[in-house]
């Protein structure tokens, strides 16, 4: 449809360019002959006033000619101006709701049409926006409420002693829950406006992805979890910072979802030109209608499941930015109860 809509404008700007071609040549020819006719009765002036009488009577007319193609209804150009101008009132001042109509704006219809794409564009950032400022809220509403209502407790002075411990526990996971909601808040805001120059260099991504693996061993470990790694000898030009955050909240996530005894699965070959990375889990899985969805910012497949666990929404969503600022790919593949895939695809690459 947008191509058949390039098409169009395309043949209207010819057409109307040799419109406005013939309209000159028109206006020229009738002015001559007007004047030409008035000589008759008048009497030639001077050559110099011919031309000028001439010039002005074909000014005149293209006038005339004009006013014919741009109003050929009849529009009122005060009236259409003040349409175009109402309507751009109402956008600035955050009314996004209010539609022109392009049939009734005469010759500035694609001017119409444009203002109406920007209204509905600003009414989608306007809706995300707000959305994204109610996820923020809520997310931090909730460890704030727990924060301050253990905070409170804390100052009984009969509290026994586990119970104080159990309390200040409490409160210091939520405050590194906070933490690390505002830092993936700043990192992806960061990607977003481009602040965070990609810094690539030539690196082993297999030993990435050990060391990554090794790390997060104290938690698969107390889970009784078995990872696996089959990792090919690759080396890649990328950042290097930002892949090992995008590794590690893929992990981090396979080993939080996944049930007491399961296994995980790290594979990394290559496909042509790509580099496969392929994060295996056992366990619960994703529904379908859950699978298109689980990138979007703030998204939660288990919202209950996912607060105890101390997720905030944010992982996937940074990890899809970083993969996509390398020119990669992420998708997903799962079935409830069988577990979890996630493959990425990173363009280029070499062995050893």
Not at 102 to 124: C, D, K, Q, V
Not at 128 to 157: W, Y
Not at 227 to 238: F, Y
Not at 296 to 309: G, M
Request: charged residues 25%; glycine residues 8%.
């Amino acid at each position: 449809m947008n191509r058949n809509h390039k098409e169009h404008r395309k043949h209207g700007r010819v057409f109307g360019f040799f419109a406005l071609l013939a309209a000159y040549c028109i206006a020229f020819l009738t002015g001559y002959g007007v004047t030409a006719l008035i000589y008759r009765f008048t009497g030639k002036p001077p050559d110099i006033f011919q031309h000028l009488f001439s010039g002005l009577s074909a000014v005149i007319i293209i006038i005339m000619i004009w006013r014919l193609i741009l109003y050929p209804h009849g529009e009122d150009f005060m009236g259409i101006h003040n349409q175009l101008t109402g309507t751009l009132a109402q956008i600035a001042k955050g009314n996004f709701d209010i539609l022109l109509d392009p049939e009734n704006i005469g010759f500035y219809n694609e001017l119409a049409e444009s203002i109406n794409e920007m209204a509905r564009n600003l009414g989608t950032l306007e809706t995300m926006r707000q959305d994204f400022i109610s996820n923020v809220s809520h997310e931090i509403q909730s460890p704030l409420t727990s924060i301050g209502g253990f905070a409170a407790l804390l100052k009984k002075d009969d509290l026994p002693d586990e119970q104080r411990q159990k309390y200040a526990q409490i409160i210091e996971a939520e405050s590194k829950r906070l933490s690390s909601l505002s830092d993936n808040l700043l990192k992806l805001s960061s990607l977003d406006n481009d602040k965070i120059p990609l810094g690539k260099q030539e690196f082993r991504l297999d030993k990435q992805l050990e060391h990554i693996a090794l790390t997060l061993e104290p938690q698969w470990s107390a889970k009784n979890l078995t990872l696996e790694a089959d990792l090919q000898k690759l080396t890649v030009c990328g950042d290097e910072d930002l892949l090992s955050q995008a590794w590690m909240n893929l992990l981090h996530n396979a080993v939080k979802f996944t049930s007491e005894g399961g296994r995980i699965d790290i594979a990394l070959s290559t496909d042509g030109d790509s580099v496969v990375v392929k994060i295996t889990d056992t366990g619960a899985g994703i529904a379908p209608e859950d699978q298109v969805h689980i990138f979007e910012r703030f998204y939660k497949v288990d919202k209950a499941r996912d607060r105890s666990l101390g997720g905030n929404g944010l992982g996937l969503s940074l990890v899809k930015k970083i993969v996509e600022l390398h020119d990669g790919n992420i998708t997903v593949e799962s079935e409830i109860g069988k577990g979890t895939v996630f493959q990425i695809c990173l363009k280029g690459g070499s062995q050893g």
